[in-house]
Every structure is written in C-alpha cells, then in structure tokens.
T-cell receptor, first 109, second 112 residues
C-alpha cells in the first residue's frame, strides 16, 4: 500500500533564505507527482507536476525534483518571501491520487 | 470566471439532517473528484467521476451519494449527517490522468 510522508510537519525560515521541502513515498510505481500549496481557508493550488519519466520541473523560484528509485521528491524554494507562507502538499498518482499530510511553512519577515 | 466552484462555502447543520454540496467546473475537464480534509488537514479521496461515470468509490459510508448530471457538475449529497462528517470537502477536476488537478475553495461542513 502506497504511503506518502512529508517531513517536517512545520517549518519556519527567515525571509530570503533558500529552503527544501521533502516528500517520500513507498512504492515507486507512480505516474506522476504534484506539488500544491494551500492557503488558510482556501483550496489547493497546483505548483508543479512531474511526470514519472521526468526528474525535475521548474517554475520561477520553485524547483521540484523526483527520484523514483529512492522514493523521494523535493520542492526547492529560492529566496523565500513572506507570501510563500502556506501549507505545501505533495500528491502522487498510481491508480489514484494520494496526498501527503503537508508541511506548514512560515517565512519570517 | 472561477474554474472550479463549490457551493455553499460554509454549511452548518444538525445531526440527522440531509444536505447537498454542489460543484461545477468550466474547464472542460473530463474527471472530477470529491476529497475530504479532516481536522488534521489530511486530504483523502472519496469519489472520482469520469464523464459522468463513477470511477473511484473509496470506503465511504453509503450515506454519501455523489451525482453527476453532466461532466461539468459533480454534486455530493449526504444523508443522516453525523458529527464525524464535520470537515472541509473539496471538489477537484482534471483534464486527463497526467494533467494538474484544479481544486475548488472547499465547503466547510459543521455538524452540531
């Protein structure tokens, strides 16, 4: 049974720093992996989608990597800003979409 | 021009009542989902529909009945509401299996 883990559950980082969020999974037979952000009281916004054949995707200050062999994905955020404060969730698709529990990120001004 | 819209945004009701949540997407997507996010913020899939046909039905009490009148709409009807049904319910859609998921803003259901 596929399990998706995100550690740490919460993270506080001073503004301007680069940071890495982690997502691990137990079964490498996935179709894709997606990173989302969720702001309080809001739905999820898709940030990056990595297909199983890809190793990374980039959008602006965000870079997501995928290493299926080790069951890991990372989301790298460069030059963090207070507006990046949110909960970040990873979700992977095998025969259905399974979410991690998220990392609550707080960027300190 | 909201892509995935859910109504209502908030729903407060008493135990034993029956309620419905509506979802509409104007993205032309073929697949729609209902997710439940509990108090610990864990998102769990409930149902998936593709072109009005049920694809995924997770272990959800049969008090929950989804209905898809057309591929742009997926409604969720809940009978005999229980305290444990209190959660945020999210609707989502996608064009195909390898495309990004688009979420609505959620419906916060509180059962008293």
């Amino acid at each position: 049974k596929q399990e998706v883990t995100q550690i740490p559950a919460a993270l506080s980082v001073p503004e301007g720093e680069n940071l890495v969020l982690n997502c691990s999974f137990t079964d490498s037979a996935i179709y894709n992996l997606q990173w989302f952000r969720q702001d309080p009281g809001k739905g999820l916004t898709s940030l990056l989608l990595i297909q199983s054949s890809q190793r990374e995707q980039t959008s602006g200050r965000l870079n997501a990597s995928l290493d299926k062999s080790s069951g890991r994905s990372t989301l790298y955020i460069a030059a963090s800003q207070p507006g990046d404060s949110a909960t970040y969730l990873c979700a992977l698709r095998d025969d259905k979409i399974i979410f991690g529990k998220g990392t609550r990120l707080h960027i300190l001004p | 021009d909201t892509a995935v819209s859910q109504t209502p945004k908030y729903l407060v009701t008493q135990m034993g009542n029956d309620k419905s949540i509506k979802c509409e997407q104007n993205l032309g997507h073929d697949t729609m989902y209902w997710y439940k996010q509990d108090s610990k913020k864990f998102l769990k899939i409930m149902f998936s529909y593709n072109n009005k046909e049920l694809i995924i039905n997770e272990t959800v009490p049969n008090r929950f009945s989804p209905k898809s009148p057309d591929k742009a709409h997926l409604n969720l009807h809940i009978n005999s509401l229980e305290l444990g049904d209190s959660a945020v319910y999210f609707c989502a859609s996608e064009l195909e299996g390898n495309s990004p998921l688009h979420f609505g803003n959620g419906t916060r259901l509180t059962v008293t």
